[in-house]
């Protein structure tokens, strides 16, 4: 059993920056792959980046080259720290702790708009 608990969600304007926090407790010894997915008004769920518990990381094209992916493995946390925000990059963001199965935090409602 895993719980996440993220932080950081907002309001921020086009071209600006914010961050966002999950920390996972419960059974996460070892570490697991890490990630964040996200979900616009009327739309599926949406990739965005996950990071390995080796430090490999992966991005959605509509982040790449903006957005980086960061865990600190002796918190247990993983931190999305977002660049160069646009108007479609806002949705709730969902913490993601890969596993069998994986876990999902609650959610963290971005907004984009000036």
């Known amino acids: 059993q895993v719980q996440l608990v993220e932080s950081g969600g907002g309001l921020v304007q086009p071209g600006g920056s914010l961050q966002l926090s999950c920390v996972a407790s419960?059974?996460?010894?070892?570490?697991?792959?890490m990630g964040w997915y996200r979900q616009a008004s009327g739309k599926e769920r949406e990739f965005v980046a996950h990071?390995?518990?080796?430090?490999?990381?992966t991005y959605g094209s509509s982040v790449r080259g903006r957005f980086t992916i960061s865990t600190d493995y002796v918190k247990n946390t993983v931190t999305l720290q977002m660049n160069s925000a646009k108007v479609e990059d806002a949705a709730v963001y969902y913490c993601?702790?890969?596993?069998?199965?994986?876990?999902w935090g609650q959610g963290t409602q971005v907004n984009v708009s000036s």
């Open positions: 419960g059974s996460v010894f070892g570490g697991n792959t």
């Open positions: 990071v390995t518990n080796n430090g490999r990381t």
């Open positions: 993601t702790f890969r596993g069998s199965p994986d876990y």
